[in-house]
């Protein structure tokens, strides 16, 4: 089975802080996505990954970057974390030439 | 680019009978997937079904099938004998057929939080 593992599934940050929220997939993935989901609104693309050091912009980014160093791995970084960030972040990937993503359990994030 | 609706915020069945979930979407392109996310309570989001859009028979998995009307840019989900395991969000996603370059990316609908009663 693909798994998908997102480091922690609760976080709780201070404004002003910087935030790393780590996203691992074992299924040698090319595309792998962040997503904000807010109730009311859905999920939403933050930033997506089609390769490695490989990154676009989702509808999203403003607040965010991304790296993808190694294949496996894709982080959400919150440069200075901010109250209107306090949301649950989903990665997914998918891989490539296939239409099933695979969704990691999420982080809930609260900043205070 | 592409919209996907959701008319539905929340919904509710008694356990055995039978619901169906709508969903609209809106696009320019005529090759395309259609999917149905589900999303139970504190766990992961898992693929349900989908649809290509080539085909005119609708998809089917189990006690899951979807309406496909491409004409009217419509996709709803139906279940039948409705479960308490049923009870989740539900999302309605979008995404272009994939192509050569680079990577196509799912856009989902709000959602509809269904809850399935004994």
């Known amino acids: 089975d693909v798994k998908v593992t997102q480091s922690s599934r609760y976080l709780v940050k201070r404004t002003g802080e910087k935030v790393f929220l780590e996203c691992v997939q074992d299924?040698?993935?090319?595309?792998m996505f962040w997503y904000r989901q807010d109730p009311g609104l859905g999920l939403r693309l933050i930033y997506f990954?089609?390769?490695?050091?490989?990154?676009e912009k989702g509808d999203i980014p403003e607040g965010y970057s991304v790296s993808r160093e190694k294949k496996e791995r894709f982080s959400l970084i919150l440069e200075s974390a901010s109250t209107n960030q306090t949301s649950m972040y989903l990665c997914?990937?998918?891989?490539?030439?296939?239409?099933?993503?695979?969704f990691g359990q999420g982080t809930r994030l609260t900043v205070v | 680019a592409q919209t996907v609706t959701q008319s539905q915020p929340e919904m509710s069945v008694q356990e055995a009978e039978t619901v169906t979930l709508s969903c609209t979407y809106d696009?320019?392109?005529?090759?395309?997937?259609l999917f149905w996310y589900k999303q139970p309570p504190s766990r992961q989001m898992i693929l349900v079904i989908r649809q290509e859009a080539y085909k005119q028979q609708n998809a089917t998995e189990n006690r899951f099938s979807v309406n496909f009307q491409k004409a009217a840019k419509s996709f709803s989900l139906k279940i039948s004998d409705s479960q308490l395991g049923d009870t989740a969000m539900y999302f309605c996603a979008f995404m272009k057929q994939i192509g050569t370059a680079r990577s196509e990316k799912l856009v989902f609908g709000k959602g509809t939080k269904l809850t399935v009663n004994p």
């Open positions: 299924m040698d993935h090319e595309n």
């Open positions: 997914a990937s998918r891989g490539q030439g296939r239409t099933e993503a695979f």
């Open positions: 990954s089609y390769d490695v050091k490989m990154k």
């Open positions: 696009t320019s392109e005529n090759n395309y997937y």
